[in-house]
């Protein structure tokens, strides 16, 4: 998007008088009208463009500041993309959801919440994940369970997209951007 960005900001820097239309910077970026229009509310949502009161649109001066900056202008996303549509409806994201809710849990407890019916076997899949992020640092083994029915309690809830399981004994957390390694 930066590119289509910088574009049409050079385009509304050199602005005729009444201003550029969606439809003339479609044609004198050769874009189509969709990705203009997401591009100038991209724009709009950082205060370099604005919309006249015709359906046209002039930078504004912080616009031509940032056009005129050493650097160039160059825009970029105002926070990470997170991909939480990959995950909904999964296991794990349901899991994690559960956790979340209860705080203090077994696996039993969890299956109970989180299986849909579809899964091969949820209980050894619950367990693998567990296991994986106690390893991490997410979740806790209390100390006063029974030994035949473990309980675990959340020490670390980053936020509502689960932590995923990586090959190499790894856990990334799609919340915060980081990863976490165990050993043995």
């Not at 574009?7 to 009208?33: C, F, N, R, V």
């Not at 046209?56 to 900056?69: Q, V």
């Not at 004994?169 to 050993?183: A, I, K, P, Q, S």
Request: with cysteine; net charge positive; hydrophobic share 35%.
């Amino acid at each position: 998007m930066s590119r289509r960005a910088t574009h049409i900001m050079e385009l509304l820097g050199q602005e005729p008088e009444d201003g550029w239309s969606a439809t003339e910077l479609a044609e004198a970026t050769g874009q189509k009208d969709k990705s203009v229009c997401r591009s100038l509310r991209a724009l709009e949502r950082r205060g370099l463009a604005q919309r006249t009161g015709n359906r046209r649109w002039r930078i504004t001066d912080a616009g031509r500041e940032a056009l005129n900056a050493p650097g160039g202008f160059v825009l970029k996303r105002s926070r990470p993309r997170k991909a939480a549509l990959c995950f909904t409806g999964t296991l794990q994201s349901r899991l994690w959801r559960a956790m979340r809710m209860t705080k203090k849990f077994s696996v039993d407890d969890l299956v109970l919440r989180a299986a849909g019916g579809n899964e091969a076997n949820p209980r050894n899949s619950a367990s693998r994940y567990l296991n994986a992020l106690e390893r991490a640092g997410y979740v806790v083994r209390l100390s006063s369970s029974a030994p035949h029915k473990p309980r675990w309690v959340l020490v670390r809830d980053t936020g509502a997209i689960p932590p995923t399981i990586r090959t190499g004994r790894r856990v990334y957390d799609h919340n915060t951007g980081e990863e976490y390694r165990w050993t043995g």
